[in-house]
């Protein structure tokens, strides 16, 4: 068997116990009081990471473009349309989609200007 | 209660994920093929990471020929924030009689299932929480392989017919994090804004992961401090 090959089942082994072993160990948890401050951190821990998550995503969009004008307008037209179709309508599929054609078509548009 | 239905409510949700993680597994598996990986291996890598940034960061280190030990440690070291999403994962669904060997669970808990679940669980019914998390994790699963495989062997040709929607699928993932922000978030201001700030001030030191993991560790500890309101509360008090 290649290194690779042993490599990608190890990372992919290692991955998972990263996932499993800290929720084995915690049995506890379901018994928490909601005072706990541990309780209100693993509360937290939620909103916390798709905060950080989305984040790293939108400032990952137009860094990956050189910080091009046209990927940053990209990026403010994708996150406004994800609040104005969000406000229409509570279905996570639209409020997901949607934005990501916006976000697509100012690139296209951007491409039609002269010069573009 | 039946298994099935929860499951099937899981699948539904997985939508918005599987949307996501089509094109991006469908861009690993031209990227693993163009990084000099066989088709098996690259199914393989996806197959039994299912850990989306990870594995580009894999494949990279394969082409610049990189010993095992690197690529395995590079893995793991940007996998570590998935430590802290079972635990609270496990607090949120607050199960009283699970169905789902944990083991199982844990397999599928990526950063977008677990936002997902996070953000939505509290509406999902007690009863069958777990199976449900299930089905939401198999529908990721299936469309981030499938994504995979439909990479590695049609790959190339199909990105270079469209910039359009090479474009539009960058803004899939970004766009789900967002609208789960706005679900999950509105009750828990504080909390959001130290997280953005940390992430913001770290990403411009260190690598994005990292920024990552600060952030999110910063802004969840943030739930212990009392809320500005509270403050105010309180010295409005003392002066009355």
């Known amino acids: 068997m290649k290194s690779v090959d042993l490599a990608l089942i190890a990372a992919g082994a290692g991955?998972?116990?990263?996932?499993?072993?800290?929720?084995?160990?915690?049995?506890?948890?379901v018994r928490l009081p909601d005072t706990s401050p541990l309780y209100r951190v693993l509360q937290a821990?939620?909103?916390?990471?798709i905060t950080s998550l989305a984040v790293v995503c939108l400032v990952a969009l137009p860094a990956g473009h050189g910080w091009s004008p046209v990927s940053l307008a990209a990026v403010m037209a994708g996150v406004l349309s994800v609040f104005?179709?969000?406000?229409?309508?509570?279905?996570?599929?639209?409020?997901?989609l949607v934005p990501a054609l916006v976000y697509g078509m100012v690139f296209s548009l951007a491409s039609w200007l002269p010069g573009g | 209660m039946s298994f099935f239905s929860p499951f099937q409510q899981g699948l539904r949700d997985s939508l918005p994920i599987g949307a996501g993680y089509l094109p991006i597994g469908f861009t690993f598996g031209v990227?693993?093929?163009?990084?000099?990986l066989s088709i098996w291996q690259a199914f393989l890598v996806s197959a039994l990471m299912f850990a989306g940034a990870s594995q580009f960061v894999f494949v990279a280190l394969v082409a610049t020929g990189a010993a095992g030990w690197t690529l395995v440690s590079a893995v793991l070291l940007m996998n570590m924030r998935h430590l802290f999403y079972g635990p609270s994962l496990l607090s949120t669904l607050a199960l009283a009689r699970p169905r789902v060997p944990r083991c199982l669970l844990a397999?599928?808990?990526?950063?977008?299932?677990?936002?997902?679940?996070?953000?939505?669980?509290?509406?999902?019914?007690?009863?069958?929480?777990?199976?449900?998390?299930?089905?939401?994790?198999?529908g990721a699963y299936s469309a981030w392989v499938g994504g995979t495989v439909l990479?590695?062997?049609?790959?190339?040709?199909?990105?270079?017919?469209?910039?359009?929607m090479r474009n539009s699928m960058e803004f899939v993932?970004?766009?789900l994090f967002c609208a789960l922000l706005l679900e999950c978030g509105r009750h828990r201001r504080q909390v959001v804004f130290v997280t953005l700030m940390v992430t913001l001030v770290l990403g411009l030191w260190l690598e994005s992961y990292l920024a990552l993991v600060g952030g999110m560790l910063t802004g969840a500890f943030a739930a212990i401090l009392p809320p500005p309101s509270a403050g105010r509360a309180r010295k409005a008090g003392r002066q009355a």
């Open chain 2, 107 to 138: 397999f599928g808990l990526t950063d977008e299932v677990f936002a997902t679940a996070a953000a939505r669980s509290g509406g999902w019914d007690q009863e069958g929480r777990d199976i449900r998390l299930l089905g939401l994790e198999a």
């Open chain 2, 31 to 36: 990227v693993a093929i163009q990084a000099g």
């Open chain 1, 45 to 49: 821990m939620g909103p916390a990471a």
């Open chain 1, 15 to 29: 991955t998972y116990l990263l996932r499993y072993l800290p929720m084995a160990g915690s049995r506890f948890l």
């Open chain 2, 151 to 164: 990479g590695t062997v049609t790959g190339e040709q199909l990105l270079s017919r469209s910039d359009f």
């Open chain 1, 84 to 96: 104005a179709v969000h406000r229409r309508t509570g279905n996570l599929a639209v409020v997901t």
């Open chain 2, 173 to 175: 993932l970004p766009a």
